[in-house]
């Protein structure tokens, strides 16, 4: 397709973003990021095809969807994500939102088995804010589904995209009310208004999913493996003993790193522009 320098830049950055996100475990064969077309007539978003992620080098290897069904736009698209309903729901109830990114990371998952809440443990993740809400598929399963746990359709893609909003009976939200959700048994699911902000919230939760593991573990290693919410320690709010940031730090460090991300994003560019396994053909010579 012809396209827009915009979209040009676009692709670009999308092609890298998703070996940036292979480089750094958020994705393996599987997991995808996606974007808002930039041209708000035409109501689409544009993502890898079945393809893994490091692998992904041209605009060939895209495929552009309507928003208002997941539906490609040319009816001969070659076979996409069956995941794409995430993406697709995100974008129709948050117009704000122009990047969606999906990770079955093996740091965030034992968060979503342990029964352990996920909290900001550091300054870098205060974008996680005090309640990271927990997507179970399971609740809205009905007779004849296949309980694969995927959020292949749209059904799913709506429920999952309705945990990003207090509110989740409002059809569409100016902003959204979290910035992660995890999934019960399957990985997690954050979001942004540019491809930026979207892959450091991907990295940072996986980081602060690692840091609060390692904390929990060593604290427990010290205190003995029977603290619970009721025999916490008193640091911390939230009774377990992990002295988390607190709500006003949250608040400061979610703008810092609003603020900053663009400057690691670009760190992250360089290391896998070097390496001969991510090729981008979009890049510029
Ligand atoms: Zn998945």
Redesign the pocket.
């Known amino acids: 397709m012809s396209q827009s320098s915009s979209l040009q830049d676009l692709l670009r950055t999308l092609i890298t973003a998703n070996h940036i996100l292979h480089y750094y475990n958020i994705v393996d064969g599987?997991?995808h990021i996606s974007i808002r077309h930039p041209d708000p007539s035409k109501q689409t978003y544009i993502m890898p095809g079945y393809l893994a992620p490091a692998l992904v080098h041209c605009a060939d290897d895209l495929i552009e969807y309507h928003i208002s069904d997941g539906s490609p736009v040319d009816p001969n698209a070659k076979k996409g994500y069956s995941?794409r309903f995430?993406h697709g729901e995100i974008f129709k109830r948050f117009p704000s939102i122009n990047c969606v990114i999906?990770?079955?990371s093996e740091a965030v998952l034992p968060f979503m088995i342990a029964g352990v809440p996920m909290r900001p443990a550091f300054h870098m993740a205060g974008f996680l804010g005090a309640d990271v809400p927990m997507f179970d598929i399971t609740k809205i399963y009905e007779a004849g589904d296949q309980q694969d746990?995927?959020?292949n359709n749209v059904k799913f893609g709506s429920a999952l995209a309705s945990h990003f909003a207090e509110n989740t009976a409002d059809s569409t939200s100016p902003l959204p009310d979290h910035l992660v959700v995890l999934?019960r048994h399957?990985?997690f699911t954050t979001l942004g208004e540019s491809i930026q902000d979207a892959v450091y919230r991907a990295m940072y939760t996986q980081t602060n999913a690692s840091i609060l593991s390692t904390a929990a573990n060593l604290r427990s290693s010290f205190y003995g493996p029977a603290l619970t919410r009721e025999s916490g320690a008193a640091q911390g709010s939230d009774g377990s003993g992990l002295d988390l940031l607190s709500a006003s730090e949250m608040a400061g460090c979610r703008n810092m790193n609003e603020a900053t991300a663009d400057k690691a994003f670009r760190l992250w560019v360089r290391e896998v522009e070097v390496l001969p396994l991510y090729v981008n053909e979009l890049a510029e010579k």
């Open positions: 599987f997991g995941e995430i999906h990770s079955h746990m995927l959020v999934m399957h990985g």
